[in-house]
């Protein structure tokens, strides 16, 4: 069963860093999206990704936050300047269809970012 | 935007009981509807999904009920065992909306007991 990838599973840094989370999400999806988890709480949406452009995003997803597909299958999440806050489990997550199809998102397991 | 709320945070049954999960959601316009179980560390993986064009679906020992009129949406786990332990998040999105902004919901974390 295809699978969405994340690198690296575990990443610790000191505040005021800038940290990179990577993602190769499936071959056939065309569109890419951004989750995180804070410890103990749901899954919040970060922004979403089509065409090489960002589609939507939410509050959490300030100026700090950039997201880019350099090549053909990764898709990255930028973090400047980490703030203690931004402590979570970040996930990737891809989809083959967007508004108006089946539109069922397949999730990686996970980055998990602790900013120190 | 979209809020979705869910009910119980903390759910616990004996194996073979059944466990009922609820959500509700305040914007009329979504139309899809997944359940998401989470293991501990383990990533989010759908179990069952459904559109507002059906009232109910069911998956084995998995079912989801959709009440329009209400905007609530349940989850049914009959014959529970104790791999049905996890924590259960509902979502909800608006097909007008982005490709995919799932609105989760905070979760229910379900312990079956042998």
């Known amino acids: 069963e295809p699978e969405v990838t994340q690198t690296p599973s575990h990443q610790v840094t000191q505040m005021g860093q800038e940290v990179i989370l990577r993602c190769v999400p499936i071959?056939?999806?065309?569109?890419f999206y951004w989750y995180r988890q804070i410890l103990g709480q749901k899954v919040e949406f970060l922004v979403s990704f089509y065409n090489n452009e960002i589609s939507e995003k939410s509050e959490i997803f300030d100026d700090q936050f950039s997201v880019e597909r350099p090549d053909g299958s990764n898709f990255t999440l930028k973090i400047r300047s980490t703030k203690l806050e931004d402590s979570a489990m970040y996930f990737c997550?891809?989809?083959?269809?967007?508004?108006?199809?089946?539109?069922?998102?397949?999730f990686g397991a996970g980055s998990r970012l602790t900013v120190l | 935007g979209e809020n979705v709320e869910q009910h119980p945070s903390t759910l616990s049954v004996q194996e073979g009981d059944s466990a009922v999960i609820k959500c509700t959601y305040s914007?009329?316009?979504?139309?899809?509807f997944p359940w998401y179980k989470q293991e501990l560390g383990k990533r989010p993986q759908l179990i069952i999904d459904i559109r507002s064009n059906v009232g109910e679906k069911k998956d084995q020992r998995i079912a989801v009920t959709l009440n329009k009129t209400a905007k609530h949406f349940s989850l049914h786990i009959t014959e529970t065992q104790p791999e049905d332990s996890a924590v259960y998040f509902c979502a909800a999105r608006n097909y007008g909306g982005s490709q995919g902004n799932l609105i989760f919901g905070k979760g229910t974390k379900l312990s079956v007991k042998p």
């Open positions: 997550a891809s989809s083959v269809y967007g508004t108006g199809g089946a539109n069922v998102l397949t």
């Open positions: 914007d009329s316009a979504s139309n899809y």
């Open positions: 071959s056939n999806h065309l569109y």
